[in-house]
């Protein structure tokens, strides 16, 4: 009876060692579902967050360069008012 009893703790063991394994196995795969879900919503979010802020940093260069362009321009005023103070319309222009 000894051997038989082995024998039978020896299946049961085996067997609750798979049950356990399956259960793990199965809250694992769950897991690694949540995981690439969360993984794909970051992606998401991240990529949403880069394309607003390309945005915003493409309008900080457009009035950037609007107040370059107005201040050119404000330059390029005081220079023909000085141009027409003195009467030499050349001497200021790039040759």
């Known amino acids: 009876m000894n051997a038989r009893e082995a024998t039978a703790c020896h299946v049961r063991d ?3 060692r798979q049950a356990v ?3 793990q196995m199965t809250e694992r795969r769950e ?3 949540g995981i690439a879900h969360l993984r794909d ?7 949403y967050q880069r394309a607003e802020l390309a945005v915003m940093m493409s309008m900080m260069r457009d009035s950037t360069r609007e107040q370059f362009q107005d201040h050119a321009q404000q330059i390029d ?3 023909d008012e000085l141009r027409q103070g003195r009467g030499d319309d ?3 222009e790039p040759r």
Do not use: S
């Open 90 to 92: 050349d001497r200021f």
């Open 14 to 16: 085996r067997a609750e």
């Open 21 to 23: 394994i399956d259960r």
């Open 41 to 47: 919503r970051h992606r998401h979010e991240r990529d």
């Open 31 to 33: 897991l690694q579902a």
């Open 77 to 79: 005023g005081r220079k």
